[in-house]
């Protein structure tokens, strides 16, 4: 009985093992797109924002523009490759452990930022939202937004980065 309890759990040690060894390094392959910081095409934004504010609208920390236009940040979905990028390098953390963050804020009434399912719905609601704030990947940027700054592997700049788009992306 003793060693059919052993075998059970070195089989799970073992099973977890490979799921972490499946879903986890295999999952962090090594992600050089370039992130375009969006708001809507028409919008006012660009000479108020800086980027060193980013990190503090997606914090919700700063509510508002200079000019008084209330700012609505939108995120991905929090298992999004683009999410988990963007989070890492702007918030300097993962979805994950922002969660705790918010449960706390969320009794002071500040909600977190708006989240989307996909690349185009980020866009359709930046588009149609005064004051929005998003992300896509920079090779799907068309005319209904504007990037107003660049997040690239290894900074957030407002220049445009030399961008290596496919045809099919």
């Known amino acids: ?13 073992y099973s977890a093992a490979l799921c972490l060894l499946l879903t986890g390094p295999a999952t962090a392959v090594e992600d050089n797109r370039v992130i375009a910081v969006i708001v809507p095409a028409q919008a006012g934004l660009a000479p ?3 980027p060193d504010e980013l990190g503090l609208i997606f914090w919700r920390k700063k509510l ?18 683009l999410r988990l990028k963007f989070s890492q ?6 979805p994950r452990s922002q969660v705790s963050y918010w449960n706390g804020l969320y009794f002071h009434g500040i909600q977190p930022p708006y989240t ?25 940027v068309d005319e ?12 957030l700049t407002s220049e445009l980065p030399a961008l290596r788009c496919e045809s099919g992306n």
């Open 1 to 13: 009985m003793q060693s059919s309890t052993l075998f059970n759990i070195r089989c799970w040690i």
């Open 48 to 50: 108020d924002l800086h």
């Open 64 to 81: 508002y523009a200079a000019h008084g236009q209330a700012l609505h940040p939108v995120n991905l979905h929090s298992e999004h490759p």
């Open 89 to 94: 390098q702007v918030l300097h953390s993962t």
């Open 116 to 140: 989307v399912q996909s690349e185009e719905a980020m866009i359709r609601y930046v588009a149609e939202t005064d004051g929005a704030i998003g992300y896509i990947d920079a090779c799907h």
């Open 144 to 155: 209904r937004i504007k990037p107003l700054f660049w997040l690239t592997p290894s900074k």
